[in-house]
Protein backbone atom coordinates (compact mmCIF):
# COMPACT_ATOMS: atom_id res chain seq x y z
CA UNK A 1 0.00 0.00 0.00
CA UNK A 2 1.75 3.45 -1.33
CA UNK A 3 2.10 5.83 1.94
CA UNK A 4 1.31 9.55 1.92
CA UNK A 5 3.38 11.13 -0.69
CA UNK A 6 3.57 14.92 -1.06
CA UNK A 7 5.35 16.58 -4.37
CA UNK A 8 7.42 18.52 -4.55
CA UNK A 9 10.18 17.24 -2.50
CA UNK A 10 12.23 20.29 -2.67
CA UNK A 11 11.05 23.95 -3.64
CA UNK A 12 13.55 27.02 -3.65
CA UNK A 13 11.69 30.24 -4.87
CA UNK A 14 11.85 34.15 -5.00
CA UNK A 15 10.25 36.42 -2.22
CA UNK A 16 6.98 37.25 -3.84
CA UNK A 17 6.38 34.01 -6.08
CA UNK A 18 3.64 31.66 -5.73
CA UNK A 19 4.55 28.23 -4.40
CA UNK A 20 1.63 24.87 -4.67
CA UNK A 21 2.64 22.25 -2.49
CA UNK A 22 0.46 19.14 -3.22
CA UNK A 23 -0.28 16.04 -1.00
CA UNK A 24 -1.71 12.64 -1.34
CA UNK A 25 -3.27 10.99 1.69
CA UNK A 26 -3.29 7.01 1.81
CA UNK A 27 -6.17 5.90 -0.06
CA UNK A 28 -9.74 5.54 1.94
CA UNK A 29 -8.14 8.37 4.36
CA UNK A 30 -10.80 11.03 5.21
CA UNK A 31 -8.69 13.42 7.61
CA UNK A 32 -5.89 14.90 6.11
CA UNK A 33 -3.65 17.49 8.20
CA UNK A 34 -0.96 20.01 7.46
CA UNK A 35 2.04 21.13 9.40
CA UNK A 36 5.00 22.88 9.15
CA UNK A 37 8.51 23.25 10.98
CA UNK A 38 9.95 26.88 9.64
CA UNK A 39 13.74 27.06 10.26
CA UNK A 40 14.52 26.78 14.17
CA UNK A 41 10.84 26.40 15.57
CA UNK A 42 9.03 23.72 16.40
CA UNK A 43 6.30 21.68 14.08
CA UNK A 44 3.00 23.86 14.30
CA UNK A 45 -0.54 22.42 12.78
CA UNK A 46 -1.88 24.40 10.37
CA UNK A 47 -5.08 22.95 9.61
CA UNK A 48 -7.38 19.52 9.07
CA UNK A 49 -9.78 18.11 6.51
CA UNK A 50 -11.99 15.79 6.68
CA UNK A 51 -12.90 14.51 3.45
CA UNK A 52 -13.12 18.23 1.21
CA UNK A 53 -14.55 19.96 4.26
CA UNK A 54 -12.08 22.24 6.28
CA UNK A 55 -12.53 20.97 10.12
CA UNK A 56 -9.84 23.29 12.08
CA UNK A 57 -7.74 25.62 10.23
CA UNK A 58 -6.65 27.73 13.34
CA UNK A 59 -3.45 27.17 12.45
CA UNK A 60 -3.01 28.94 9.30
CA UNK A 61 -1.04 31.48 9.47
CA UNK A 62 -2.52 34.15 7.53
CA UNK A 63 -4.41 34.98 4.72
CA UNK A 64 -1.47 34.28 2.12
CA UNK A 65 -1.75 30.62 2.85
CA UNK A 66 -4.95 28.62 0.62
CA UNK A 67 -5.37 25.32 1.25
CA UNK A 68 -7.90 22.81 -0.40
CA UNK A 69 -9.21 19.54 -1.03
CA UNK A 70 -11.08 18.80 -4.06
CA UNK A 71 -13.44 15.83 -4.12
CA UNK A 72 -11.52 14.79 -0.73
CA UNK A 73 -8.84 13.34 -2.27
CA UNK A 74 -5.14 15.00 -2.79
CA UNK A 75 -5.01 18.03 -0.96
CA UNK A 76 -2.63 21.42 -2.12
CA UNK A 77 -1.62 24.01 -0.21
CA UNK A 78 -0.84 27.31 -1.82
CA UNK A 79 1.52 30.35 -0.41
CA UNK A 80 1.02 33.48 -2.05
CA UNK A 81 2.80 35.57 -2.25
CA UNK A 82 5.83 33.81 -0.36
CA UNK A 83 7.85 35.33 1.54
CA UNK A 84 11.23 34.73 3.45
CA UNK A 85 9.59 33.19 6.78
CA UNK A 86 7.97 30.49 4.85
CA UNK A 87 10.87 28.78 4.75
CA UNK A 88 10.79 25.82 6.33
CA UNK A 89 9.36 21.99 6.06
CA UNK A 90 5.96 21.34 5.30
CA UNK A 91 4.19 18.14 6.16
CA UNK A 92 1.32 16.49 5.55
CA UNK A 93 -0.70 13.48 7.34
CA UNK A 94 -3.61 11.33 7.20
CA UNK A 95 -5.69 9.18 8.55
CA UNK A 96 -8.80 7.00 8.87
CA UNK A 97 -11.95 7.56 10.50
CA UNK A 98 -10.08 6.73 13.75
CA UNK A 99 -7.77 9.30 13.90
CA UNK A 100 -5.36 7.98 16.42
CA UNK A 101 -2.55 7.09 13.88
CA UNK A 102 -1.48 9.57 11.19
CA UNK A 103 0.58 8.75 8.80
CA UNK A 104 3.21 11.21 7.61
CA UNK A 105 4.30 12.24 4.23
CA UNK A 106 7.88 12.73 3.58
CA UNK A 107 7.71 16.71 3.14
CA UNK A 108 8.24 19.05 1.05
CA UNK A 109 11.40 21.60 1.77
CA UNK A 110 10.30 24.97 1.03
CA UNK A 111 13.05 27.93 0.59
CA UNK A 112 12.29 31.45 -0.16
CA UNK A 113 14.87 33.35 -1.20
CA UNK B 1 13.63 -0.80 9.87
CA UNK B 2 11.93 2.03 11.24
CA UNK B 3 14.36 4.43 11.72
CA UNK B 4 12.67 5.79 14.76
CA UNK B 5 11.45 3.12 17.27
CA UNK B 6 9.11 4.15 20.14
CA UNK B 7 8.00 1.82 23.32
CA UNK B 8 5.54 0.98 24.55
CA UNK B 9 3.13 1.47 21.71
CA UNK B 10 -0.21 1.24 24.53
CA UNK B 11 0.59 2.26 27.94
CA UNK B 12 -2.77 2.62 30.21
CA UNK B 13 -1.88 4.18 33.64
CA UNK B 14 -3.66 5.11 37.01
CA UNK B 15 -3.85 8.59 37.51
CA UNK B 16 -0.71 10.29 39.56
CA UNK B 17 1.62 7.17 38.17
CA UNK B 18 4.51 8.11 36.73
CA UNK B 19 4.92 7.41 33.53
CA UNK B 20 7.72 6.99 30.66
CA UNK B 21 8.10 7.01 26.78
CA UNK B 22 10.79 5.92 25.09
CA UNK B 23 12.53 6.95 21.81
CA UNK B 24 15.54 5.29 20.38
CA UNK B 25 16.53 6.45 16.81
CA UNK B 26 18.81 5.38 13.93
CA UNK B 27 19.96 8.41 11.98
CA UNK B 28 22.29 11.39 13.18
CA UNK B 29 19.90 14.10 14.13
CA UNK B 30 19.65 18.00 14.73
CA UNK B 31 16.86 17.74 16.59
CA UNK B 32 14.89 15.72 18.04
CA UNK B 33 10.49 16.54 18.60
CA UNK B 34 8.08 15.01 20.98
CA UNK B 35 4.39 15.26 19.66
CA UNK B 36 1.04 14.82 21.07
CA UNK B 37 -2.02 14.19 19.52
CA UNK B 38 -5.78 14.12 21.54
CA UNK B 39 -8.08 12.07 19.55
CA UNK B 40 -9.91 13.82 16.00
CA UNK B 41 -7.25 16.43 16.16
CA UNK B 42 -4.35 17.63 15.22
CA UNK B 43 -0.92 17.39 16.30
CA UNK B 44 0.94 19.51 18.97
CA UNK B 45 4.36 20.14 20.18
CA UNK B 46 5.52 19.94 23.12
CA UNK B 47 9.08 19.76 22.44
CA UNK B 48 12.35 20.20 20.32
CA UNK B 49 15.39 18.98 21.79
CA UNK B 50 18.86 18.62 21.06
CA UNK B 51 21.00 17.81 23.75
CA UNK B 52 19.91 17.73 27.75
CA UNK B 53 16.81 18.01 29.01
CA UNK B 54 13.55 19.93 29.25
CA UNK B 55 10.78 20.86 31.38
CA UNK B 56 7.10 22.16 30.76
CA UNK B 57 4.76 21.85 33.68
CA UNK B 58 4.65 18.01 34.53
CA UNK B 59 6.02 17.22 31.26
CA UNK B 60 9.84 16.80 30.84
CA UNK B 61 12.08 15.39 28.14
CA UNK B 62 15.49 14.31 27.79
CA UNK B 63 17.83 13.12 25.00
CA UNK B 64 21.14 11.11 25.10
CA UNK B 65 22.56 11.99 21.64
CA UNK B 66 25.40 9.48 22.19
CA UNK B 67 22.97 6.53 22.79
CA UNK B 68 20.86 7.74 20.30
CA UNK B 69 17.55 7.91 23.20
CA UNK B 70 15.40 10.11 24.16
CA UNK B 71 12.32 9.67 26.67
CA UNK B 72 9.03 11.64 27.89
CA UNK B 73 8.25 11.45 31.21
CA UNK B 74 4.92 12.57 32.39
CA UNK B 75 4.67 12.92 36.25
CA UNK B 76 1.24 13.04 38.25
CA UNK B 77 -0.17 11.81 35.44
CA UNK B 78 -3.95 12.94 34.69
CA UNK B 79 -6.99 11.37 32.33
CA UNK B 80 -6.36 14.52 30.47
CA UNK B 81 -2.64 13.16 29.66
CA UNK B 82 -4.69 10.69 27.71
CA UNK B 83 -3.28 10.70 24.36
CA UNK B 84 -0.82 9.62 21.54
CA UNK B 85 2.42 10.92 21.77
CA UNK B 86 5.12 10.82 18.93
CA UNK B 87 8.42 11.26 18.82
CA UNK B 88 10.06 12.69 15.64
CA UNK B 89 14.24 13.32 14.52
CA UNK B 90 15.04 15.82 12.15
CA UNK B 91 18.64 15.10 10.60
CA UNK B 92 20.80 17.85 9.31
CA UNK B 93 19.19 18.26 5.40
CA UNK B 94 15.28 19.11 7.36
CA UNK B 95 14.37 15.27 6.19
CA UNK B 96 12.13 13.82 9.32
CA UNK B 97 11.46 10.56 10.47
CA UNK B 98 8.45 9.75 12.52
CA UNK B 99 7.95 6.93 15.13
CA UNK B 100 4.54 5.16 15.29
CA UNK B 101 3.37 6.60 18.25
CA UNK B 102 2.66 5.46 22.18
CA UNK B 103 -1.01 5.76 22.80
CA UNK B 104 -1.42 6.68 26.50
CA UNK B 105 -4.42 6.42 28.64
CA UNK B 106 -4.74 7.52 32.43
CA UNK B 107 -7.80 6.06 34.09
CA UNK B 108 -9.51 8.10 37.25
Known amino acids: EAGVTQFPSHSVIEKGQTVTLRCDPI?????LYWYRRVMGKEIKFLLH????????ESGMPNNRFLAERTGGTYSTLKVQPAELEDSGVYFC???????????FGPGTRLTVL | KNEVEQSPQNLTAQEGEFITINCSYS?????LHWLQQHPGGGIVSLFM???GKKKHGRLIATINIQEKHSSLHITASHPRDSAVYIC??????????FGTGTSLTVIP
Open chain 1, 49 to 56: FVKESKQD
Open chain 1, 27 to 31: SGHDN
Open chain 2, 27 to 31: VGISA
Open chain 1, 93 to 103: ASSQDVPYEQF
Open chain 2, 49 to 51: LSS
Open chain 2, 88 to 97: AVENTGNQFY
